[in-house]
């Protein structure tokens, strides 16, 4: 199973970009996206579970970020408003098979099993 990310791009401060991500080929127990930035480690930013009943954000992004799926396209999306130059990173989705979907689990890059190729999101100011 390969996940597919697309959408990025370059866009002003204040801008919107939303990303997509195939996640065709099975069904997983939840999602999430990450992203990296240059010089800096991969950080969660938000993941939904498979019912769509739960969808935490980082702080960074809360507010301004919504995780979304479409079940009849089995993809996932991020929309991004109000974006801002510390923004800018690579976006990687990512989905997991486990059964476990707690707090202190879902934000760690070790819960998910596949993770697409990513894609640059860059915010000029």
């Known amino acids: 199973v390969q996940l597919q990310a697309s959408g990025g791009g370059l866009v002003q401060a204040g801008g919107s970009l939303r990303l997509s991500c195939d996640a065709s080929g099975r069904t997983f127990s939840y999602v999430g996206w990450f992203r990296q930035a240059p010089g800096k480690e991969r950080e969660f930013v938000a993941t939904m579970n498979w019912r769509g009943d739960r969808k935490p954000y980082a702080d960074s992004v809360k507010g301004r970020f919504t995780i979304s799926r479409d079940n009849v396209k089995n993809t996932v999306y991020l929309q991004m408003n109000r974006l801002k130059p510390e923004d800018t990173a690579v976006y990687y989705c990512?989905?997991?098979?486990?059964?476990?979907?707690?707090?202190?689990?879902?934000?760690?890059?070790?819960?998910?099993?596949?993770w697409g190729q990513g894609t640059l999101v860059t915010v000029s100011s």
């Open positions: 990512a989905a997991g098979t486990g059964t476990s979907y707690t707090s202190s689990h879902y934000h760690l890059l070790g819960a998910y099993n596949y």
